[in-house]
């Protein structure tokens, strides 16, 4: 059933093309819960078929990505706290999760927003904090789309390489759920590594500041 659900989603996207990307990112950036990880291999596939061009699979992503990201901004500047903590659960974004994107925010400031396209839930809620302390729109677009635009690119190339390159696999669900678990790996431990390298250099940035 799951092989069947892959080959599905896989039509999808190479009939919804650059335009598909776009929307499905900007929703996987907001509240609803649209895995990148679903979206971005098969449209990697896809350009490493033909059909679509990876630049233009990768740029549609990070566009994608940093619109939606830019819209919970605009919803939680606009509307303030208040609003986001008295309807937050009917949005999907109960305190406790306000509170996780807000704490990153603060111990990591503008290079959080950067890392924050990298990482699981954390990517999704970003917007919401930078909104309602106010920060630069023009600093969080920058950051957003950069790192939202990283993020596309390992996960296209990911599937245009593990993939796109054998496409027999499609037809073989035991080797495609080994292809995807073995290279996996690789994309986490990038993650992993650049996001201990960022708080490697803020922690040491703070030892010479004073209390």
Same mark, same amino acid.
């Not at 092989?3 to 989603?9: A, E, N, P, S, V």
């Not at 896989?10 to 776009?22: A, T």
């Not at 080797?175 to 290279?183: G, I, M, R, T």
């Given at each position: 059933?799951?092989?069947?659900?892959?080959?599905?989603?896989?039509?999808?996207?190479?009939?919804?093309?650059?335009?598909?990307?776009?929307?499905?990112?900007?929703?996987?950036?907001?509240?609803?819960?649209?895995?990148?990880?679903?979206?971005?291999?098969?449209?990697?596939?896809?350009?490493?078929?033909?059909?679509?061009?990876?630049?233009?699979?990768?740029?549609?992503?990070?566009?994608?990505?940093?619109?939606?990201?830019?819209?919970?901004?605009?919803?939680?500047?606009?509307?303030?706290?208040?609003?986001?903590?008295?309807?937050?659960?009917? =949005? !999907?974004?109960? #305190?406790?999760? %306000?509170?996780? *994107?807000?704490?990153?925010?603060?111990?990591?400031? /503008?290079?959080? &927003?950067?890392?924050?396209?990298?990482?699981?839930?954390?990517?999704?809620?970003?917007?919401?904090?930078?909104?309602?302390?106010?920060?630069?729109?023009?600093?969080?677009?920058?950051?957003?789309?950069?790192?939202?635009?990283?993020?596309?690119?390992?996960?296209?190339?990911?599937?245009?390489?593990?993939?796109?390159?054998?496409?027999? =696999? !499609?037809?073989? #669900?035991?080797? %495609?759920?080994? *292809?995807?678990?073995?290279?996996?790996?690789?994309? /986490?431990?990038? &993650?992993?590594?650049?996001?201990?390298?960022?708080?490697?250099?803020?922690?040491?940035?703070?030892?010479?500041?004073?209390?």
């Amino acid at each position: 059933m799951l092989h069947d659900l892959i080959r599905t989603w896989f039509e999808w996207s190479r009939d919804l093309g650059y335009l598909g990307v776009f929307l499905m990112m900007a929703l996987e950036s907001t509240i609803i819960p649209v895995p990148s990880e679903i979206i971005m291999p098969p449209a990697g596939y896809w350009a490493e078929q033909g059909q679509l061009s990876l630049i233009g699979v990768i740029l549609a992503g990070g566009f994608g990505s940093t619109f939606g990201s830019t819209l919970c901004y605009w919803f939680s500047r606009t509307l303030g706290r208040s609003v986001l903590e008295k309807y937050g659960k009917m =949005l !999907l974004l109960p #305190p406790e999760r %306000l509170e996780l *994107a807000e704490r990153w925010l603060k111990d990591f400031e /503008l290079g959080g &927003v950067f890392f924050a396209r990298l990482l699981p839930v954390v990517r999704h809620l970003i917007g919401f904090p930078a909104g309602l302390v106010r920060m630069p729109l023009g600093q969080f677009i920058a950051v957003t789309f950069v790192g939202s635009t990283l993020w596309c690119t390992i996960l296209a190339v990911f599937g245009a390489r593990t993939i796109g390159r054998q496409p027999g =696999l !499609l037809n073989d #669900p035991d080797a %495609l759920s080994q *292809a995807v678990k073995d290279n996996l790996m690789w994309i /986490l431990l990038l &993650v992993v590594g650049l996001g201990a390298g960022w708080l490697f250099v803020k922690w040491f940035s703070k030892r010479g500041k004073p209390a």
